[in-house]
């Protein structure tokens, strides 16, 4: 995989390339057994407490383990699918106050003929500069994982 990070004022930029075709990058965002496998890094995720119901206006849910056994649920719903070269979901997790919009994730698959560009994008304005860079780090350490299950596919 290769990362080409841009920091945005309000959000995340991303864009990765990996070495899979594009409808296996597809999958591995939108099966629950992929997903669960490199969402959330190093952190366990177990498939028996997520969701996924992959379709627009369908939500998601899953909870991370923390290494001190704390759990760490996110939540969204599916706003766009066109497998696959693209979806957009929302996403929140449970520090997120309710007067606040959720942050959008959105993820364009380009086939390079047998690699793949994944531009990833998260904006909604609703982080801190901080909390952005904490974020992007994160999701920087689940596409590592990403790309662990890409090789083995």
Known sequence: M???????????ALTCVFDARRDLVFRAWTTP??????????????????????????????????????????????????????????ITDSATPTDLEDEIVRVTLTDLQGRTEMVFRQDGGNLTAEQYKQAEAGWAGFFDRLTELLARA
Request: proline share 9%.
């Open 2 to 12: 290769t990362e080409n990070p841009q920091h945005a004022a309000q959000g995340i």
């Open 33 to 90: 057994e992929h997903f669960a496998y490199w969402f959330g890094g190093g952190l366990e995720v177990p498939v028996d407490r997520m969701t996924m119901d992959v379709r627009p206006g369908g939500a998601w849910s899953l909870v991370m383990r923390a290494p001190d056994g704390r759990d760490l649920p996110f939540s969204g719903v599916y706003q766009e699918i066109a497998a696959p070269e693209r979806l957009e979901f929302t």
